[in-house]
């Protein structure tokens, strides 16, 4: 168990809809970091946040948006869904958002299909 | 900008055999180097990093990767495989300038045979 915690674990909606994915942090951690893996793209950085303010920017589609609340805690929004946007999307953690080789950790996932 | 390749989508081998999972990166500035694995239906689980140091790195269950700097090559072995080491890893670099986010290689999957 890493501590980082992501809710819901699986997800099916249809075209053009919107859903939110959260994550709750480890303990202690300050930035939260948003990944999707799907077959053809792999595992792609999309966006991440540090004590509230977004830190960096990755391949994240004009469709979708994040935020972290004063709690930590952060949310995946995804709108006007296509069927590629079906996928694995990760949340994870790390206790500063400098590099310094510090730990990144990795929730569970939330496996969101389109149809 | 850094990338990172994996040689070899899916590797096979037998149980107790030596594990060897190839990653080379390329990266304008010395990078940290991560191996990370992924069993079926779960997270990422860090196996091992290189930040700074020692240029031979041990990690969890036994797995241990070298940074070699004249190559920009970080391989993941095991000396002896083990059927529980049958999942998906990923090799990962990071930066400690700009974005400071992962970027990950296209990952191997490792099956082990009996």
Same mark, same amino acid.
């Given at each position: 168990d890493s501590g980082v915690t992501q809710t819901p674990k699986h997800l099916i909606t249809a075209t053009g809809q919107r859903v939110t994915l959260r994550c709750s942090p480890r303990s202690g951690d300050l930035s939260v970091y948003w990944y999707q893996q799907s077959l053809d793209q792999g595992l792609q950085f999309l966006i991440q946040y540090y004590n509230g303010e977004e830190r960096a920017k990755g391949n994240?589609?004009?469709?979708f948006s994040a935020q972290q609340f004063p709690d930590l805690h952060s949310e995946l929004n995804l709108s *006007? !869904?296509? !069927? %590629?946007? *079906?996928a694995l999307y990760f949340c994870a953690s790390s206790v500063? %958002?400098? %590099? *310094? %080789?510090n730990t990144i950790y990795f929730g569970e996932g939330s496996w969101l299909t389109v149809v | 900008a850094q990338s990172v390749t994996q040689l070899g989508s899916h590797v096979s081998v037998s149980e107790g055999a030596l594990v060897l999972l190839r990653c080379n990166y390329s990266s304008s500035v010395p990078p940290y180097l991560f191996w990370y694995v992924q069993y079926p239906n779960q997270g990422l689980q860090l196996l091992l990093k290189y930040t700074t140091g020692a240029t031979l790195v041990k990690g969890i269950n036994g797995f241990e990767a070298e940074f070699k700097k004249s190559e920009t090559s970080f391989h993941l072995t095991k000396p002896s495989a083990h059927m529980s080491d049958a999942a998906e890893y990923f090799c990962a670099v990071m930066l400690?300038?700009? =974005? =400071?986010a992962l970027t990950f290689g296209s990952g191997t999957r490792l099956q082990v045979q009996p």
């Open positions: 994240i589609l004009e469709r *006007s !869904l296509e !069927l %590629g946007d *079906s500063m %958002g400098q %590099g *310094s %080789g | 400690d300038t700009g =974005r =400071r």
